[in-house]
C-alpha cells in the first residue's frame, strides 16, 4: 500500500496568515492527490484534484502544488471559516489512502 | 444538486451483520463509480472501496475485502454496503461518496454512524 505522510499533525496560525500543509508518498503517485476539508461534525468536502485543481466552488485562497511524492496545500489569507482539518488522499494505486490529518486552529 | 443520504446505521452486537444504504439525488447515478469511506471517532479517513457505473468492477481495500460487500441498484439510485462479522474495530461513521473524473471523492454525504457494542 502507499502510505500517504501528512504533516503537522496540527497547526494554529493567525487571521490573514498563509499556511502550508504538506503530504509525502511513499511512491511516485504521478499526481493522483486531493485534499478535503472536514469541518466539526461535517463531511469531508473536497477542496483539490489531480494535485493543483480547484474543485468547483472552492475560493481561491486554497491552492495544491506538488508532483512524484511531494505535495503542498496552501491556504493564503487565513479565514476563521477554515478552521477544520484537512486530508489529503491518493488515488493513484490501489488500495486508496488518506493522509492521518491536520487540525488547523486560529490562534 | 447533489445529495447523498446514509441510512442503516445504529448499535450492533459483535459478530452480527448490517446493511447501510445511501440514497442519491440531484445527478445521473448510473454514470458514475461510488464509494464508501469511513472515520473512526476522533480519527482519520479508511477508504473502504468503490463500485462502477454497472457493478462489473469491485475494488476493497484489502483488509475489509472479506467482510464487507459493496453492491448498487440504479434503478432505485441507491448505493449500499453490506457489513458481516462486525468487531468493535468497525465502530465508525461510514460515509457514501461520489467519485470525480477519476477517482477523488467529489461529493460526500453526511454520514451514518454504527458502533460494535455488546
Known amino acids: 500500500d502507499i502510505q500517504m505522510t501528512q504533516s503537522p499533525a496540527s497547526l494554529s496560525a493567525s487571521l490573514g496568515e498563509t499556511v502550508t500543509i504538506e503530504c509525502r508518498a511513499s511512491e511516485d503517485i504521478y499526481n493522483g492527490l486531493a485534499w478535503y476539508q472536514q469541518k466539526p461534525g461535517k463531511s469531508p468536502q473536497l477542496l483539490i484534484y489531480?494535485?493543483?485543481s480547484l474543485h468547483t466552488g472552492v475560493p481561491s485562497r486554497f491552492s495544491g502544488s506538488g508532483s512524484g511524492t511531494q505535495y503542498s496545500l496552501k491556504i493564503n489569507s487565513l479565514q476563521s471559516e477554515d478552521v477544520a482539518s484537512y486530508f489529503c488522499?491518493?488515488?493513484?494505486?490501489?488500495?486508496?489512502?488518506f493522509g492521518s490529518g491536520t487540525k488547523l486552529e486560529i490562534k | 444538486e447533489v445529495k447523498l443520504v446514509e441510512s442503516g446505521g445504529g448499535l450492533v452486537q459483535p459478530g452480527r451483520s448490517l446493511k447501510l444504504s445511501c440514497a442519491a439525488s440531484?445527478?445521473?447515478?448510473?454514470?458514475?463509480?461510488m464509494g464508501w469511506v469511513r472515520q473512526a471517532p476522533g480519527k482519520g479517513l479508511e477508504w473502504i472501496g468503490e463500485i462502477n457505473q454497472d457493478s462489473s468492477t469491485i475494488n476493497y481495500t484489502p483488509s475489509l475485502k472479506d467482510k464487507f460487500t459493496i453492491s448498487r441498484d440504479n434503478a432505485q439510485n441507491t448505493l449500499y454496503l453490506q457489513m458481516s462479522k462486525l468487531g468493535s474495530e468497525d465502530t465508525a461513521i461510514y460515509y457514501c461518496?461520489?467519485?470525480?473524473?477519476?477517482?477523488?471523492?467529489?461529493?460526500w454525504g453526511q454520514g451514518v454512524m454504527v458502533t460494535v457494542s455488546s
Open positions: 461518496a461520489r467519485e470525480g473524473v477519476l477517482q477523488y471523492f467529489d461529493y
Open positions: 488522499q491518493q488515488y493513484y494505486d490501489y488500495p486508496f489512502t
Open positions: 440531484g445527478f445521473s447515478f448510473n454514470d458514475y463509480w
Open positions: 489531480n494535485a493543483n
